[in-house]
């Protein structure tokens, strides 16, 4: 049956990009606060670096890794009470292993970053660095999901924003596994750091009171823990995506739904500004609630 109706973006990814499409990337991304660069690795490249991180997961969890990589939980076994350990997370993992290193410095990377905010820096050695997470519903003791936050409010006293996070999935997210859910645009309003928290976090000395990419208020309070936003989408990502996010953008990241579902990635974050050197986590507020 023939049709008049114009085409129809009904099925069509939304901000996801070819190697060849950094321009149309750099547009969506400056625009939008978000954006997914697709194809950067084949599939043996990103098994090696999926192997990487598991190895490095299991090193922590045999104590062989410096503590200050690990934090190392004991959580309930679902069926009988006893315990066992499991690691939701291998904190600063680029000085452990120069092909992950390598791969985050990768240099459509960090070429692209350069065009979005500059002279920038990885961030290693200071905060978490970054970070292997794997986030499974049935291990709630340190990761499941966070709600609504924009990434500068960790740090609103340090001068190192604008910023860039990176997220390469191991895992396609879904529903089942849990997912990014993005505002759209809203990187371009003054946000206020957050005087206001779940976490009873105090807000640093020094710290600026607004910050994004103009003067114009958020339309609407940032909610504090997983409200529904209005405008709010959904940044699925398939294996091996790269989902950059500004760091004034608005996100959470919803829970699995699955028993048993597992939502692995390696994230971390470009900065501008002068390189930190302060101790792993020190000065940073965490964010929003789990
Ligand atoms: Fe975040």
Redesign the pocket.
């Known amino acids: 049956m023939t049709t008049l109706l114009p085409p129809s973006t009904i099925g069509a990814e939304v901000g996801v990009f070819a190697p060849h499409q950094l321009d149309e990337l750099r547009d969506f991304y400056l625009r939008e606060g978000f954006a997914i660069l697709r194809g950067l690795w084949d599939e043996p490249e990103l098994a090696a670096l999926e192997a990487s991180c598991t190895r490095l997961q299991e090193q922590l969890l045999a104590g062989e890794l410096d503590e200050r990589h690990g934090t190392t939980t004991l959580v309930d076994d679902e069926d009988g009470g006893r315990t066992q350990e499991f690691a939701n997370y291998v904190v600063d993992v680029t000085p452990l292993d120069a092909g992950l290193r390598a791969a985050v410095l990768h240099p459509t990377i960090t070429a692209a970053v350069q065009r979005w905010i500059g002279p920038h820096w990885l961030r290693e050695e200071s905060g978490f660095g970054v970070v292997y997470q794997d986030a499974r519903p049935g291990r709630e003791s340190s990761y499941t999901r966070?709600g609504w936050?924009a990434?500068w409010q960790s740090a609103p006293h340090l001068d190192i924003w604008p910023s860039v996070?990176f997220t390469l999935h191991f895992d396609a997210t879904s529903p089942d596994n849990g997912f990014l859910r993005v505002v759209p645009g809203s990187h371009r309003w003054a946000t206020p750091a957050p005087f206001e928290n779940v976490n009873g976090a105090v807000v640093p000395d020094g710290s600026v009171p607004v910050a994004g990419y103009s003067s114009e208020p958020a339309p609407f309070p940032m909610p504090l823990r997983f409200e529904k936003v209005r405008g709010e989408v959904a940044a699925y990502a398939e294996r091996g995506d790269l989902l950059f996010h500004d760091a004034y953008l608005w996100?959470s990241a919803a829970r699995a739904t699955a028993d048993g579902a597992i939502r692995r990635h390696l994230r971390g974050g470009f900065y501008s500004g002068a390189p930190l050197h302060e101790a792993p986590g020190e000065h940073f507020v965490k964010?929003a609630a789990r």
């Open positions: 966070i936050h990434d996070a996100h964010n």
